[in-house]
């Protein structure tokens, strides 16, 4: 007989085959991602913008952390106005960033380290000055002409419908020499590709095969339930205020007063997530789609059910002001539950480069490297893989940037109510120098933050206690530990601020237990367990199954 009570509010999910993530071609399933934003990583050669020579010459940092894989922000060729993630060509290395040669350089000495590479790709839209958009702009009948989504105007001439844009206003822009109006679910100049138009999927199937040619392990597909729309162009519907949760935007932005049922996850995409997958099986690639909706949860598990569609899908569920225990059991439950038919596999994220860093978002206003640890072994324990953004290692808050140092047109457009990406995207701090933190020898393209140097990465390697210290040591001890990374999850019901979840992998059961709080707490655990060790947690008092959990402290422990 088991000595483990019934949980309460247990999801129950079943584990993948067993595997070794070093050498499966499932290695993706439970790895750690670092993402890396090229802009700011590292600048070598003097112009205050990081390069892919900059992102080579500290991989063996990244290799050293203990992560699996490094996800690259865009770095194509593109004019910028979203910095890079509006494309002019999709095949080139912007000058900005270094060459192609430096790409497979990039690549050679990942993979030397042991590190796998994903690449961004946006697959949606593309920047007003690639070629295709040039030429479809010109006239109705030109031969790249259906390659955008293009509309008559309504008989008043107003925009065809009533999308948003993600960043504010109307969806739709004006293009006098078509006399129609263009689609845009971002900046004016990030036209939407029209999928619905064969040439179009099979062309951007190509920019994909282009890469993996080039030897990249998989790809992060950025906006990737916004490649179809509705043919019809039907309104979308009116969100009732209060009845749903926004996480895909701010409370403020117009975005937010809609259900959008027809611009954007659309059934049609699954056929193209099929294709793509193919393309992808052909070499052994793997990929994770970004779904930015509210109930992304559901369209998830859609776009990884059954094994022939994308691998994992990563969403903005945990990127909320809300911090608790339980919100990050609920959504991790509800996707479980979703996935439970058709086996998908989610990738959580707490922080990235569009969000406000986590330990800012939940720390309010505490600043204590507790939290920061806590985090990642939170992030380390749920059941899928995970990505650390590049200083989350480092405990780094949000940035400070005076509004006349803004340059991210998001920000701009929603000043004061909300500050833009800038404060996420600072430069990041390999030394204490000021006042640039070794990362130029000029000023970086955003300011460095005063308080970021105090915790750089010279100021803390070698710090068994810091925060990078910490990483480096639960993301080594979690590698051996397979039910943390391949086994199923069982959330028991518990009162904040404690989280308390089991990974089970055989016979082997793993119980973790977190303090959500900067205050100690007691708690007793659902059943005997002989403690773990080697973390990096402060360790926990206890007696029998009492337990005495620190401020942010944590609990690993073997099921008997």
């Not at 005063?450 to 979690?478: E, I, T």
């Amino acid at each position: 007989m088991s000595l483990l009570p019934t949980p309460k509010g247990i999801v129950t999910a079943p584990s993948p085959e067993a595997h070794d993530p070093r050498t499966s071609a499932e290695w993706w399933r439970g790895a750690s991602i670092y993402q890396i934003y090229p802009r700011s990583f590292q600048d070598t050669n003097g112009d205050g913008v990081g390069d892919l020579p900059g992102i080579t010459a500290h991989l063996p940092y990244v290799a050293e952390l203990g992560v699996d894989a490094i996800w690259i922000s865009p770095f194509f060729t593109s004019p910028m106005k979203d910095f890079g993630y509006d494309v002019s060509n999709y095949r080139d290395v912007d000058p900005t960033f270094g060459t192609l040669a430096d790409f497979d350089c990039l690549v050679a000495e990942a993979h030397r380290l042991g590190l796998k590479v994903l690449i961004d790709q946006v697959l949606s839209h593309s920047s007003d000055q690639h070629a295709w958009f040039k030429e479809s702009r010109t006239s109705r009948t030109n031969p790249k002409a259906d390659w955008y989504v293009w509309a008559e105007a309504r008989p008043d001439g107003t925009p065809p419908n009533n999308w948003q844009s993600v960043f504010g206003g109307s969806a739709w822009s004006w293009e006098p020499r078509r006399r129609q109006y263009y689609l845009h679910n971002f900046l004016e100049s990030q036209p939407d590709l029209n999928f619905h138009h064969e040439p179009v999927q099979a062309e951007m199937l190509d920019e994909v095969r282009f890469w993996m040619e080039r030897g990249v392990d998989g790809f992060r597909f950025d906006a990737c339930n916004f490649h179809f729309h509705d043919r019809k162009l039907r309104n979308n519907p009116p969100a009732k205020p209060g009845k749903v949760e926004l996480t895909s935007v701010r409370e403020g932005n117009p975005y937010g007063c809609q259900i959008h049922r027809f611009d954007k996850s659309r059934p049609e995409n699954l056929p193209f997530l099929k294709r793509l997958r193919s393309l992808m099986n052909e070499y052994g690639a793997m990929s994770v789609g970004e779904v930015g909706d509210e109930g992304a949860l559901a369209t998830m598990a859609e776009y990884t059910a059954d094994g022939d569609k994308l691998h994992m899908a990563y969403g903005f569920s945990l990127f909320t002001e809300e911090f608790s225990a339980e919100r990050i059991r609920s959504v991790v439950q509800e996707y479980e539950k979703r996935i439970r038919r058709g086996g998908g596999w989610g990738c959580w994220s707490l922080s990235n480069h569009d969000n406000v860093r986590v330990v800012t978002r939940w720390g309010r206003g505490v600043d204590d490297a507790g939290l920061a640890k806590l985090l990642v072994a939170v992030l380390g324990s749920l059941r899928g893989s995970f990505c650390i953004y590049q200083g989350e290692e480092l405990g780094l808050p949000e940035g400070e940037v005076p509004f006349d140092r803004l340059i991210d047109p998001y920000g701009i457009a929603f000043w004061p109510d909300y500050k833009g990406r800038d404060g996420c995207r600072t430069p990041m701090p390999w030394t204490a120098e000021r006042p640039r933190g070794g990362f130029s020898t000029v000023e970086p393209w955003l300011p460095m933050s005063p308080d970021h140097l105090d915790r750089s990465v010279a100021s803390q390697d070698g710090d068994a206690q810091s925060v990078l210290g910490f990483y480096r040591q639960f993301l080594a001890w979690r590698k051996d530990l397979a039910p943390l990374w391949r086994g199923s999850i069982h959330f028991y019901a518990t009162p904040e601020p404690i989280l308390a979840l089991r990974r089970d992998l055989g016979p082997d059961r793993i119980l973790a237990v977190f303090n959500l709080s900067p205050e100690p707490v007691r708690y007793t655990l659902p059943a005997a367990a002989l403690c773990l060790e080697g973390h990096g947690l402060a360790p926990c008092p206890w007696e029998g199954r009492d337990i005495q959990l620190p401020p942010w402290g944590g609990f690993f422990g073997r099921l008997v």
